[in-house]
């Protein structure tokens, strides 16, 4: 079924991980040779999001079983973490992989301790959860690390962007507008204080993210046809370009800096290019998924 998201190991490139909505995530071999290299299975329903850890050992999956797995990338052994709701974004935390955040339907992001417990039934306890944060009033979308992990960012269907302190559940910012679509995928820059944001009006739209969370106007980009779809975004290693898939299949290449959009490529035959991942490390490879149960990669 449908590919949900890709995403290369971080620092090498040389694996790449796909999740898709027949409750599978695979490893493939990263120079494009396309070697399946492991399938791991334990999901029920079709996987939502996905992530490697910082250091690459470990992946998380979250599920529309309302499970979140813990993977071993060697081992292919997993554990669940769920607390009966469904999780639309899961994270690690930078500074201790043990730590993960996991934005949910329920309106609360949880923070689990993968060292304190587990609930391997498939998602009838809370152990593990160690913090809430519960300030949204709709289905939260997004969560994302900024300042080295100081920060975090959430993004909700309630048209709010809450900026948070790690490990404190007051939120210390927020901007709200009515007018405000949803985000459903944010990224951030690579190298500079900005995260990009999937909108649900066919923008991805920027923020800065240093001291002060704002929107910065003039770094919009259009073109793409996003609404109704969580696409990822993903930026090239040095953060000049941006890379967004849409809806009807295609692939979208922009200059950062200017707005600009340089490539569109017809990804996965008119249906949604869902997965859009850069590589490390060669700054001429994309890989993409999608919903015709395709992952590709590009040069």
């Not at 399946?36 to 998380?60: A, K, M, N, V």
């Not at 009033?137 to 909700?156: C, E, H, M, Q, Y």
């Not at 295609?250 to 590589?279: E, I």
Request: hydrophobic letters at 35%; charged letters at 20%.
């Amino acid at each position: 079924r449908g590919v949900q998201g890709v995403e290369f190991i971080p620092n090498t490139g040389h694996l790449l991980l796909s999740y898709a909505l027949d409750g599978k995530a695979k490893i493939w071999r990263g120079d494009g040779n396309s070697e399946l290299l492991r399938t791991y299975s334990g999901h029920s329903e079709g996987i939502r999001s996905g992530c490697f850890s910082p250091q690459g050992d470990t992946f998380l999956t979250s599920s529309f079983d309302r499970c979140i797995r813990l993977w071993d990338v060697e081992t292919g052994s997993s554990k669940c973490f769920g607390n009966k709701t469904m999780g639309y974004s899961a994270r690690y935390y930078p500074r201790n992989p043990s730590i993960f955040i996991v934005a949910c339907s329920d309106n609360k992001l949880y923070q689990w301790d993968s060292r304190v417990g587990d609930s391997s039934g498939g998602g009838g306890g809370r152990g593990g959860i160690v913090q809430e944060y519960n300030y949204h009033l709709a289905p939260v979308n997004t969560v994302t690390f900024i300042d080295d992990g100081r920060k975090i960012v959430s993004t909700s269907d309630d048209k709010k962007i809450l900026v948070w302190e790690f490990d404190v559940p007051v939120p210390i910012h927020y901007i709200q507008d009515p007018l405000l679509p949803s985000i459903t995928f944010v990224a951030p820059h690579p190298q500079e204080d900005f995260i990009v944001g999937q909108s649900m009006d066919n923008s991805i739209v920027t923020y800065t993210s240093g001291e002060k969370v704002k929107a910065v106007k003039k770094k919009t980009f259009k073109g793409h046809a996003n609404i109704g779809y969580a696409a990822q975004l993903a930026f090239s290693p040095n953060g000049k370009y941006l890379c967004s898939g849409d809806g009807g299949g295609n692939l979208f290449v922009w200059d950062f800096k200017t707005g600009k959009n340089l490539r569109r490529l017809g990804a996965h035959d008119s249906k949604p290019c869902m997965g859009v991942a850069w590589h490390p490390l060669l700054p001429s490879r994309v890989a993409t998924g999608g919903w015709d149960g395709l992952v590709k990669v590009w040069e």
